[in-house]
């Protein structure tokens, strides 16, 4: 495994260098959630029954239960957004968002991973929290700035209010959120 400089190893808790296309590696997929391209529905794979549900983007962030079991589909679960789909659903959010800039080459962003799954668990229904995968977003990369990952950016009704870069433990991250 190739990690790149400053990204040593897992448990290397600095931010890690400007981002490189070229050394992505498809490590792990956080959540089950596929993009369209075509229109701005999500799809989500209930963590309860299996089922996929399509969700419009807008409907998001206002805790969508599942068509088939009726269990809420993200029930504190970060939701994996990009270029295509991140306007509809932040822009329609009516709870604090916190995005989380990462990429799965990054060790200390694979080291937050559980941190930020934790958080988005104690924050369900407070805070809307959001992963953004830098490599295969550069849109969002590029309109946000993002120099180093990890980099937590909280939006509210869409403006950015704060930020914050490097791995954070739980309680910082639900501090942040907040
Ligand atoms: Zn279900």
Do not use: Y
């Amino acid at each position: 495994m190739r990690w790149r400089s400053g990204c040593a190893s897992v448990t290397d808790a600095g931010p890690c260098a400007p981002l490189d296309r070229a050394r992505a590696l498809d490590l792990n997929t956080p959540h089950p959630i596929s993009k369209r391209m075509d229109t701005p529905k999500l799809m989500i794979g209930c963590p309860h029954c299996g089922a996929t549900n399509r969700v419009p983007a807008e409907r998001a962030g206002e805790s969508p239960h599942c068509g088939k079991c009726g269990q809420p589909l993200l029930a504190g679960h970060p939701l994996e957004l990009s270029d295509d789909n991140f306007d509809a659903v932040v822009g329609a959010a009516k709870l604090p968002v916190l995005v989380d800039f990462w990429a799965p080459w990054c060790g200390p962003c694979r080291a937050m991973a559980p941190a930020f799954a934790q958080a988005a668990q104690q924050l369900d229904g407070q805070a809307l929290l959001v992963k953004v995968n830098s490599d295969d977003n550069p849109a969002l990369s590029q309109r946000f700035g993002i120099r180093s990952i990890p980099t937590l950016v909280k939006l509210q009704q869409g403006r950015e209010v704060r930020r914050q870069s490097g791995a954070l433990p739980a309680g910082a991250i639900v501090a942040l959120a907040r």
